[in-house]
């Protein structure tokens, strides 16, 4: 069990650029997150996958991000002209038995910096 | 919709003190609710949760946790503080249903020797 990984772990971009960020869960969890947290400040939920389904997206979550998770594996989460607002810490999480018995496993994150 | 308070954004202890948390949260039913603990440049890792069995939880590196409903509280306690221990301390709470982690907005331990 090598738990949750994302990469990169940090990325710097200029405003108006694209970024994409990978995560690849715990073998076996079905239930993948993408949650984001700045500075001083609790993670806030994003989105859900259960497998490859999308059941769960936040309103934080505007047209200029988008998430996949195809065939149920890894999941890649994609920023479209990227604004400074968005620097943030990236965070990823997996559960296998749902949330609510099982808790869900963070990875590192991806600290991305918007210049 | 559900919120989470932690009282105190920074707490400091001595080592060998006890470790007191505070999470309030707000729910219209009792919902699941986690710890986690996050040290500098890693991720969160989950101390404890509490899902509607036991009322007392413990969890990992000698923390508990007491669901106290008339109070609507999850306050994390620890008997005697390691140095190891400094870190922020997340609390988290979830609705039935849903698979959302709502978090509050973390309290920053800091042990001293």
């Known amino acids: 069990d090598t738990g949750v990984s994302q990469n990169p772990r940090h990325k710097i971009t200029k405003r108006g650029q694209n970024v994409t960020f990978r995560c690849d869960p715990i073998?076996?969890?079905?239930?993948l997150y993408w949650y984001r947290q700045t500075l001083g400040q609790g993670p806030e939920f994003l989105t859900y996958f259960q497998n490859e389904a999308q059941l769960e997206k936040s309103r934080l979550l505007s047209d200029r991000f988008s998430a996949e998770r195809p065939k149920g594996s890894f999941s890649t989460l994609e920023i479209q002209r990227t604004e400074q607002g968005d620097s943030a810490m990236y965070l990823c999480?997996?559960?296998?038995?749902?949330?609510?018995?099982?808790?869900?496993?963070f990875g590192p994150g991806t600290r991305l910096t918007v210049l | 919709a559900q919120s989470v308070t932690q009282l105190g954004s920074h707490v400091s202890v001595s080592e060998g003190a006890l470790v007191l948390l505070r999470c309030n949260y707000s729910?219209?039913?009792?919902?699941?609710l986690f710890w986690y603990v996050q040290y500098p440049n890693q991720g969160l890792q989950l101390l404890l949760k509490y899902t509607s069995a036991a009322t007392l939880v413990k969890g990992i590196n000698g923390f508990e946790a007491e669901f106290k409903k008339s109070e609507t509280s999850f306050h994390l306690t620890k008997p005697s503080a390691h140095m190891s221990d400094a870190a922020e301390y997340f609390c988290a709470v979830m609705q039935g249903g849903s698979e959302k982690l709502v978090f509050g907005k973390g309290t920053k331990l800091t042990v001293n020797p």
């Open positions: 073998s076996e969890h079905n239930r």
């Open positions: 999480a997996s559960s296998n038995t749902g949330g609510t018995t099982g808790g869900q496993f």
């Open positions: 729910s219209s039913v009792p919902p699941y």
